[in-house]
């Protein structure tokens, strides 16, 4: 038997912007997505066997979480069959041991399925690329694209094979439906993160994101000049998720966190990820980070203090 233990790390949004349509009812997106510390533990073993097929089972510590098609670390090993394995007869026994809060815009699951794919491609020594790894992502989801290339450059299993990878790096633009991903500098800072008792529907967002006004949008050139320079004042004036003109005014509770956190934080450093309802704050030191946690997590139990990944 065969095993490859790695991290799936969670990412968030340092600015997002919605374009408008795409053909097939997605939207375009403009976002900067970072890759965070945060992390699960995915455990993946592969036993060859001289019967036929591919036998999958995966297992988690979420008890309420899917264990089949409906999980996209499943669906990650099932399209890397698909792809690759027509002569690959065995057992996936896949293990996750969760930290990353579940549907918080997070990109938790859609981690999970990314570094399936690196698992897979590493135990059956297929030598994929960044980038081909990449496209297979994109076929279970918006966000997995980015998650391939964020674990490509933070697992120490996978830095060596990856280094002169351009793909493999912390911070990128995402456009399109979130797939076109350009790698940017990453910001180096140490956050904290909350998320409300809530699950938060990133398709109910999107919809209900039409019909809604946007009163500002970031200046996603503005945020990347300010990473490339380091300069901390041009990226949190820039930190905008249009996305919270939805989910504040349809989740009061999520206004509340997001209070909570800029009462503790600088003027302009906290916000929304994703379609949320996670709340993310940039501190200035670890201490600071963990200070304000332990406050935070009175309130809401999923609170994090954790730092950026470069």
């Not at 990856?162 to 912390?170: G, R, T």
């Not at 930190?239 to 999520?254: C, D, S």
């Amino acid at each position: 038997m065969d095993k490859i233990e790695l991290k799936s790390y969670a990412k968030i949004n340092l600015c997002l912007d919605v374009k408008g349509l795409l053909e097939g009812g997605f939207h375009e997106v403009e976002m900067v997505m970072q890759q965070i510390l945060l992390c699960d533990d995915v455990t993946v073993c592969w036993e060859p066997s001289v019967g036929r097929g591919l036998d999958i089972s995966l297992s988690t510590n979420r008890p309420y979480l899917p264990v089949d098609e409906r999980n996209l670390a499943y669906k990650a090993a099932l399209l890397m069959n698909e792809q690759f394995g027509t002569d690959m007869h065995g057992k996936l026994d896949i293990k996750i041991k969760k930290r990353i809060p579940v549907a918080a815009g997070l990109a938790g699951g859609s981690g999970n399925g990314a570094i399936v794919l690196h698992a897979i491609n590493e135990l059956w020594k297929l030598d994929q690329r960044v980038s081909d790894l990449c496209e297979l992502g994109a076929k279970l989801g918006s966000d997995v694209p980015f998650c391939v290339m964020g674990q490509a450059a933070e697992n120490h299993q996978l830095k060596k094979k990856f280094a002169e990878d351009p793909l493999a790096c912390h911070c990128a633009l995402a456009t399109g439906r979130g797939t076109e991903l350009k790698p940017l500098k990453g910001l180096k800072s140490h956050l904290v993160l909350s998320k409300p008792p809530i699950s938060v529907s990133t398709a109910e967002v999107y919809r209900g994101i039409d019909e809604v006004t946007i009163p500002s949008r970031p200046n996603t050139r503005e945020m990347i000049e300010g990473l490339e320079k380091g300069d901390l004042k041009t990226v949190q004036k820039n930190m905008i998720n249009v996305l919270e003109n939805f989910t504040l005014k349809r989740y009061p509770i999520v206004v509340y966190t997001k209070n909570n956190i800029q009462s503790t934080c600088s003027p302009g450093a906290v916000l929304m990820s994703g379609s949320g309802p996670t709340v993310f704050g940039l501190c200035g030191s670890r201490d600071e980070a963990k200070a304000i946690c332990e406050q935070l997590r009175k309130v809401n139990k999923e609170s994090f203090w954790t730092r950026t990944t470069f």
